[in-house]
């Protein structure tokens, strides 16, 4: 295992495939490599240290189990991520004897699984260091088939990878504990771990507690790994150095430090506005065990079992009775803390609505008690600021990219620039796109005509339906003259009705007996088959001819306007050719 | 018609401001001697009240005819709008039939229009609509009949899928709109007054009043859970 992660970083990117297939352990019980020379030769130098010294330990692995170690596993997420060799830290489900740890180990690590089976058990004989090991890896490793698809594993390789590698300090941390104070309480620690594990392995799955301890963070983990091997490496050093290390003393200490770390992670993970994320009660029971095995392995130094009872009541009997005497401490000083959250994000809104207030509300009135006198002023000020009010109110910004908004600041662009009210309203909303953009450019100038020319009320209304989306413009004026506005009506013409026809749409122009419409339509959906457009330099497209749109005059003859009442459906052809004022326009 | 009729109205809004300008528009337009064709009564303003409580008061009291009445109160059980009605259902006018409700308000948000007609507005207008405009929409309440503002048509059209093209079969059906009731909200949303709507689809007046009205109950009375998703959810444009 020391060796490992050197090992494992230097490797040739091509191993994994046959590290799939090399594994064989021959029935004597010897690991037998049949790879290449070269996988061979990588191997060669582990191989005196690990099988040896526990030959007796052989048995537990079963070769029979796995007849084909993993070929699947290694060979699936592989070319995923050629450029990164090693094959994601899984466990096996095929292939395992336990809970697939040791294959999945192997695998990713590029050693016979029977090594890694040996070196588990040989290092779980002495002080149970192997047993945590175990335990550590089946809690955050995930399940082969219950990983992520093979898109989404790139990411989540890389930390596990990341954890292994420092994981592999871990147990070391663990031997050396164990090889500097062979304390009679460490090895009972130890023992009672590795007589538990098993039960759980070999009992039901208990899928639900390795997610929750897979889903927690694993930094925290990865923190009390690292405290554990800091704390031995100090250890160590100072052993070596000659102090007289109390394994007794630091073994317990560590575990105290170990179960804070777990509760205080729960206590991290939930502090933001008063736990977003459920608390993990595993999580809360596990510190709370190590902290007090902890504090009886440190009270219990030396003695004997009937005392360490007595220990164990004692410290239990004070901690609840500290719990009891702080609990309406915490809840109350927990209620404050969740009033003043409360009342401080209150108090931030409310600083965010009068800072908008000032800034626009309070800019304007103060506007036009200026310019009282000017009441056209007023209007178009009061009218604008209402606008900006409301969208506001209304939270626009969430619309940010459908018709309806494009809709609605084009409309507002209209009024703020010519002072004239325009009613707008849309039915149904769709995300934009370049051809809705023509047509919102198109209802633009429609309007902007019709408010220049036109009186009040201007209404446009759009409507979307499932395959087009219309839209009317009216205004309530004495309709434009096409002829005494000569630019206006290459406005119409170019912005309008050559605009919707570029792109797939049409245009028309009712002229009613007090007002004028203007109906747009533009076929939506997949078999959208308008050209793009060079809608944004009309100059350079000269006028098209009008095949589709037709400027009418149905007004003088009421009963010449088409009686079905959607016009735009009929728009290319319907409208008898009544056009008197633009014969030229006409399509036939 | 020769014989101008008089409307009785009590105008609820907490805004005194809003209160004593539209009394003013009011009476100055319709006491100009029908300036326009649909001011054939004559207006008298019975009451005035600012919250839920005065205004059920002032109603139950004044009988009027119509009560124009804004969407946003104080006090009740924080309905505002919608509690004046609920208060004030199975008060009579003067004249013998219920007391008739044009919700007025400067809030287009959905959930405000939906409150407030379903819990038995004839109307809803918003707050910019002209005098005359109003004027028009007060004596077509009082008449029994719905006054649709071009917003709430969308509205209307959105809620009951008819923009999508949802049509019902049958009249009797509450979810959808007919195909007709369909073309004349499309008219109003389109800036249609009632008399063109009615000129567009060779009806008479009296028969787009029919299918606002129609429309109205559908409005009132129909389960679909578009309706209340969609008010909650969206804002009128």
Same mark, same amino acid.
């Given at each position: 295992m020391r060796v490992d992660p050197e090992q494992t970083l230097t490797r040739p990117p091509n191993s994994p495939q046959r590290v799939a297939a090399t594994p064989r352990v021959g029935e004597d019980g010897r690991v037998q490599t049949t790879t290449s020379s070269e996988e061979g030769a990588v191997q060669q130098p582990q191989q005196p240290q690990q099988p040896q010294p526990h030959s007796q330990a052989q048995p537990r692995t079963p070769s029979a189990t796995h007849p084909h170690p993993q070929p699947q596993p290694a060979a699936g997420p592989l070319p995923a991520w050629r450029a990164t060799p090693r094959p994601p830290l899984v466990r096996h489900r095929g292939d395992k004897v336990l809970a697939g740890v040791a294959a999945g180990l192997a695998a990713h690590l590029g050693l016979p699984v029977g090594w890694v089976r040996v070196a588990f058990v040989a290092s779980s004989i002495p002080f149970g260091a192997g047993v945590v090991v175990y335990i550590f890896l089946w809690a955050t490793m995930r399940e082969e088939g219950s990983a992520a698809p093979v898109s989404g594993m790139p990411p989540a390789p890389v930390a596990v990878t990341a954890g292994v590698i420092s994981t592999t300090g871990a147990p070391l941390g663990g031997a050396a504990q164990g090889a500097v104070g062979p304390e009679p309480s460490a090895a009972a620690s130890g023992d009672s771990e590795s007589s538990v594990s098993p039960h759980l392995h070999q009992g039901i799955d208990l899928a639900g507690l390795r997610s929750w301890l897979r889903n927690s963070n694993q930094a925290v983990v990865l923190t009390l790994l690292g405290v554990a091997a800091l704390v031995a490496a100090a250890a160590l050093w100072l052993g070596s150095a000659g102090f007289d290390v109390h394994a007794e003393v630091v073994v317990p200490v560590v575990a105290i430090v170990i179960g804070a770390i777990f509760f205080w992670s729960q206590l991290d993970d939930s502090s933001p506005l008063g736990g977003r994320r459920p608390v993990r009660w595993i999580w809360l029971v596990v510190g709370l065990g190590f902290t007090l095995l902890g504090l009886v392995a440190l009270l219990v130094r030396g003695t004997n079992l009937t005392e360490l009872w007595q220990v164990l009541g004692a410290v239990l009997a004070a901690l609840v009775g500290i719990s009891v005497l702080c609990a309406p401490w915490i809840l109350r000083l927990w209620t404050n803390l969740r009033e003043e959250q409360t009342a401080r994000i209150r108090a931030t809104e409310r600083a965010d609505i009068a800072a908008h207030l000032h800034d626009s509300v309070l800019q304007t009135l103060a506007l036009i008690q200026r310019q009282s006198t000017d009441s056209a002023t007023v209007a178009r000020l009061a009218r604008a600021q209402e606008r900006q009010l409301r969208s506001y109110l209304d939270d626009e910004d969430s619309r940010a990219g459908t018709l309806g908004a494009a809709l609605t600041a084009a409309m507002g662009e209209v009024e703020e620039l010519q002072g004239v009210p325009v009613q707008l309203v849309v039915t149904g909303d769709r995300p934009m796109d370049q051809h809705l953009d023509a047509l919102v450019k198109a209802v633009r100038e429609a309007t902007w005509n019709a408010v220049r020319h036109a009186s009040p009320p201007v209404s446009a209304y759009v409507e979307v339906g499932p395959d087009a989306v219309e839209a009317f413009v009216r205004d309530h004026g004495s309709g434009f003259d096409l002829d005494a506005v000569p630019d206006d009506r290459a406005g119409v013409r170019e912005s309008i009705i050559g605009r919707m026809e570029r792109h797939g749409g049409t245009a028309r122009i009712r002229r009613r007996a007090d007002g004028t419409e203007i109906e747009l339509r533009l076929p939506v959906g997949d078999s959208d088959t308008a050209t793009? =457009? =060079? !809608?944004? $330099? &009309?100059? +350079?497209? &000269? *006028?098209?001819?009008?095949?589709? !749109? +037709?400027?009418?005059?149905? !007004? @003088?003859? =009421?009963?010449? *306007? &088409?009686? $079905? @009442?959607? &016009? !735009?459906?009929? $728009?290319?052809? *319907?409208? =008898?050719?009544? +056009?008197?004022? /633009?014969? #030229? /326009? #006409?399509? +036939? | 018609m020769t014989d101008p009729r008089t409307i009785r109205i009590v105008i609820v809004d907490d805004h005194h401001m809003f209160r004593t300008g539209v009394r003013s528009e009011l009476t100055s337009l319709a006491g100009s001697a029908a300036i326009s064709s649909p001011a054939t009564f004559r207006l008298q303003i019975a009451g005035e009240a600012g919250a839920v409580e005065s205004a059920t008061q002032v109603i139950t009291q004044e009988k009027p005819d119509v009560v124009l009445l804004d969407v946003h109160l104080p006090g009740g059980d924080g309905h505002g709008g919608a509690d004046v009605i609920r208060a004030c259902a199975g008060v009579d006018s003067q004249a013998g039939v219920p007391v008739r409700f044009l919700a007025l308000s400067v809030s287009d948000a959905a959930e405000d229009v939906i409150a407030v007609i379903r819990a038995g507005a004839r109307g809803y207008v918003t707050k910019t609509i002209s005098a005359e405009e109003l004027l028009t929409a007060i004596g077509r309440v009082a008449d029994g009949d719905a006054v649709f503002s071009p917003r709430l048509a969308g509205f209307v059209l959105d809620a009951f899928g008819a923009a999508a093209g949802e049509v019902a079969e049958i009249d009797e059906e509450l979810d959808r709109l007919t195909a007709r009731e369909r073309e004349v909200m499309r008219l109003i949303a389109r800036g249609y007054q009632y008399k063109e709507v009615a000129k567009e689809l060779f009806i008479s007046v009296k028969t787009v009043e029919t299918h606002v009205s129609s429309v109205l109950r559908k409005l009132q009375l129909s389960s679909r859970h578009e309706l209340t998703a969609w008010a909650l959810g969206r804002r009128l444009l």
């Open positions: 793009p =457009p =060079p !809608a944004t $330099t &009309p100059t +350079s497209t &000269p *006028a098209p001819a009008p095949v589709a !749109a +037709s400027v009418t005059d149905p !007004a @003088p003859d =009421p009963t010449a *306007a &088409p009686a $079905t @009442p959607a &016009p !735009a459906n009929t $728009t290319p052809t *319907a409208p =008898p050719p009544t +056009s008197l004022n /633009e014969p #030229q /326009e #006409q399509p +036939s | -």
